[in-house]
């Protein structure tokens, strides 16, 4: 594969990201607007919020298994048609119903885009896959920045939620452009000659095993809370919950972006030990904070937390469990987005019932779990003289 066709796919897998990422912040914004003018109460716009990830999960469980027969190319043009319809059909939706299948659609096309885009990555980079994988997810939090500081600034200038939704179509357009006929290479797996018998025994490893119930409890400690902070925070902290949220984010992309160093120093399984203690210790701080400094305090401990954590599951597995090819990483992202779309309404429920932070305080013991989990793994490799990649 040439330089430049390697970075025009890099590209526009990242503009790909970035509108699955502006979903995220935007959707995460438009809660309470929603909430008031379709008159839904915070268990619904759980519901409504959770589609979305109960669309990427079925998209991964498809998409996954398909991409060595269906190709990248095709995943992403499923994407593309997913993205445009799921938002034509919230700006113009009508009502719960309405709202549920955009955001079905939305949920489906980013579940496509990390189908194809992260065998993608850890094809063309096989030699560096988990800095490249960080390197490519800083454009998640990059993107709900980008989300986050358009709803900021419209929300300022009294423009409505249709118009927020409306932006997502020029990255959209950016990445069909890219992608349109471009030849994809085939994953790292089918290159290597791994059969599928052999991709199936490393998904039932006990090592992948481990890690696909570990991404359940990571995602839901990232995610789940991310959803909520903008309209939990505006009415508990007196602060604007959207800002707080462009701020963690901001933070994830830079931590993300220089990750190489920490790869190195820590070890991938040292970087999720250290996450998983910040992500408890940040989400515990934001279910306290009140007023601007103690909540941006917390923030960023909780950005510091979560930054690594989808990444560097991707990159451990795609490392150390490699037979398991696209449908390793597809069941991995996969299993964290189903996982979220469970924890939304049950925030939402505790929300309704007991406030916002007692709803960020439901979340506070599965990253306690990943602490005892991650400190196992990192003292095991340590045993056995430090982390190892295994190389097709």
């Not at 113009?92 to 496509?112: E, K, P, S, Y």
């Not at 490519?136 to 939620?161: C, E, R």
């Not at 996450?275 to 950005?303: E, Y």
Request: include cysteine.
């Amino acid at each position: 594969m040439s330089s430049s066709l390697r970075s025009r796919l890099f590209l526009g897998s990242c503009l790909a990201l970035i509108t699955t990422a502006m979903s995220f912040a935007i959707r995460g914004d438009i809660m309470g607007p929603l909430g008031q003018q379709f008159a839904l109460n915070k268990e619904m716009l759980g519901w409504v919020a959770g589609t979305a990830f109960w669309g990427f999960t079925l998209a991964m469980i498809v998409g996954g298994p398909l991409c060595d027969w269906l190709g990248m190319g095709r995943l992403l043009a499923f994407s593309f048609a997913g993205h445009l319809a799921g938002i034509l059909l919230t700006i113009f939706a009508q009502g719960f119903w309405t709202l549920f299948f955009g955001t079905l659609c939305i949920g489906l096309a980013n579940g496509f885009v990390e189908a194809a885009c992260n065998p993608l990555i850890a094809t063309m980079y096989s030699d560096d896959k988990t800095k490249k994988l960080n390197q490519f997810h800083v454009w998640f939090p990059g993107g709900i920045v980008i989300g986050g500081l358009i709803s900021y600034f419209l929300s300022q200038a009294a423009l409505g939620w249709q118009v927020k939704m409306a932006t997502m179509l020029l990255p959209l357009a950016a990445y069909g452009v890219l992608f349109f006929g471009q030849k994809f290479p085939q994953t790292e797996r089918k290159a290597a000659g791994v059969s599928g018998g052999d991709m199936v025994r490393s998904v039932i490893s006990p090592l992948f095993l481990v890690m696909f119930v570990c991404m359940w409890l990571t995602a839901s400690t990232e995610l789940g809370p991310n959803q909520w902070i903008p309209n939990i925070l505006t009415a508990s902290a007196g602060v604007s919950g959207i800002l707080v949220l462009v701020w963690i984010n901001g933070l994830m992309a830079l931590g993300r972006q220089f990750a190489g160093p920490i790869v190195h120093r820590l070890s991938p399984t040292g970087m999720l030990l250290f996450s998983a203690v910040f992500s408890a210790l940040g989400l515990f701080g934001l279910s306290l904070a009140s007023g601007p400094a103690p909540t941006f305090l917390a923030a960023t401990v909780f950005a510091l937390g979560v930054c690594y954590f989808w990444p560097t599951m991707l990159g451990f597995v795609a490392e150390r469990c490699p037979r398991s090819g696209a449908l390793g990483l597809a069941l991995m992202g996969g299993a964290g987005m189903l996982a979220v779309a469970f924890v939304l309404p049950v925030m939402g429920h505790v929300y309704d019932d007991r406030g916002g932070p007692a709803a960020l305080r439901t979340v506070i013991a599965l990253p306690v779990i990943l602490c005892v989990v991650f400190g196992v793994l990192f003292l095991r490799d340590r045993q056995s003289g430090g982390y190892r990649a295994e190389k097709l």
